[in-house]
């Protein structure tokens, strides 16, 4: 592969920088199953969930777009309704929107991001407000950022891509996209020719019929890597 030298990053948030919500949506599906009148495992409604969210985001755009916190809630109340659990939906729904504004963040990400000397473009598939909570809540700012709810649109639809590529003033080759959701991050990156970098920390596989990314790294330091 010739030298890539990009002259700005677009970086996603939620798995990249700071961790997923997925312990806290484990909770909620453990709490499902038990509460469920029928035996189903917290699997099970792990799965059943993760394709309605998904396919509620994808068709979630211009005059039909949800935010995440309304995509939450319908979907977790639908979930509720299929398992036959009683439980309410609001307190489980905050447990894991409380998450998205103050998460987790991973070790190496201020390091990497205090050492990464080229401009940065923020592009999470979040609602501002949880968003700008959590850049707070760990002192992080970026030269541009561009949200779901901003675009009313979720990657990986070029809505997203579009916008951040205008606010950089690039040409897709000149940029380099950083994510860690194969589905959201890499496919809506290459549609766009895009050049990637996979932040695969589950060392999952590329699926079969997909586009490889252009560069995988295990955490953000990969960035550094790249640049160097």
């Known amino acids: 592969m010739k030298t890539f030298f990009p002259q700005a990053i677009l970086l ?3 798995g990249t920088v700071v961790e997923e919500d997925d312990a806290y949506i484990l909770k909620v599906c453990q709490e499902i199953a038990g509460a469920s ?3 189903v495992t917290a699997a099970e409604v792990g799965a059943y969930w993760s394709r309605l969210f998904s396919q509620m985001c994808a068709e979630s755009f211009g005059a039909s777009f949800r935010s995440q916190k309304e995509l939450e809630q319908r979907s977790l109340q639908r979930v509720l309704e299929h398992f ?7 307190p489980l729904c ?3 929107i409380r998450y998205w504004a103050k998460p987790a963040l991973f070790p190496e990400s201020k390091t990497v991001l205090v050492a990464c000397d080229i401009p940065i473009c923020l592009v999470s598939n ?7 909570s959590a850049l707070s809540h760990h002192q992080l700012s970026f030269d541009w950022i561009v949200t779901s709810e901003a675009c009313r649109a979720y990657k990986p639809r070029r809505e997203m891509f579009d916008k951040a590529l205008s606010l950089v003033g690039l040409p897709a080759d ?3 996209h950083v994510g860690d959701s194969y589905g959201s991050d890499i496919r809506g990156a290459k549609a766009l020719e895009i050049p990637v970098l996979w932040i695969n920390r589950k060392n999952r596989q590329v699926p079969q019929q997909g586009e490889a990314p252009d560069y995988v790294a295990t955490d953000l330091n990969g960035i550094l890597q790249l640049l160097q």
């Open 12 to 14: 996603d948030f939620y």
């Open 37 to 39: 009148s029928a035996t």
């Open 84 to 90: 036959d659990a009683a439980l309410d939906c609001d």
């Open 94 to 96: 905050q447990l894991i």
């Open 126 to 132: 979040i609602d501002q407000a949880e968003l700008d």
């Open 174 to 176: 000149k940029v380099l």
